[in-house]
C-alpha cells in the first residue's frame, strides 16, 4: 500500500498548481481521500476532502473558493487543484486514506508561496 504525492514547488502569489496524490494498493473511491497541509512552525491541518466513491466534498474556509478536490477513478488518483495561492498556504502538503482501520499517508509534498 503506497500513496505518492506530486506537484509541488515554488508559484509565485496569485499562482496555481494542482497536486497529484497515486494511489497503489488500494482503490481510492473506498476511501474517504483526505488532503491535510502543515505549515513551517505549526500543526497539521485538513485542506479538504472527498467522500467514498466520489461523493461529497469539503473545505477548510481557509481554502474554500480556491481550491478543489476531485478523484480519477480510472487512473486511482486524487488531486488538488490550487488557485489564487497566498503565501500563506504554503506548507508540506499530504495525501490522505481513510476507511476504519485503514488509514494511509504520503510523503509529502512541500508547496511554496512566495515572489
Known amino acids: 500500500v503506497q500513496l505518492v504525492e506530486s506537484g509541488g514547488g515554488l508559484v509565485q502569489p496569485g499562482g496555481s498548481l494542482r497536486l497529484s496524490c497515486a494511489a497503489s494498493?488500494?482503490?481510492?473511491?473506498?476511501?474517504?481521500m483526505r488532503w491535510y497541509r502543515q505549515p513551517p512552525g505549526k500543526d497539521r491541518e485538513l485542506v479538504a476532502f472527498?467522500?467514498?466513491?466520489?461523493?461529497?466534498?469539503n473545505y477548510a474556509d481557509s481554502v474554500k473558493g480556491r481550491f478543489i478536490i476531485s478523484g480519477d477513478n480510472v487512473k486511482n488518483l486524487v488531486y488538488l487543484q490550487m488557485n489564487s495561492l497566498k503565501p500563506e498556504d504554503t506548507a508540506v502538503y499530504y495525501c490522505?486514506?481513510?476507511?476504519?482501520?485503514?488509514?494511509?499517508w504520503g510523503q509529502g509534498t512541500q508547496v511554496t508561496v512566495s515572489s
Open positions: 490522505n486514506a481513510y476507511n476504519w482501520p485503514y488509514d494511509y
Open positions: 494498493g488500494f482503490t481510492v473511491s473506498n476511501y474517504v
Open positions: 472527498i467522500n467514498r466513491g466520489g461523493g461529497s466534498t
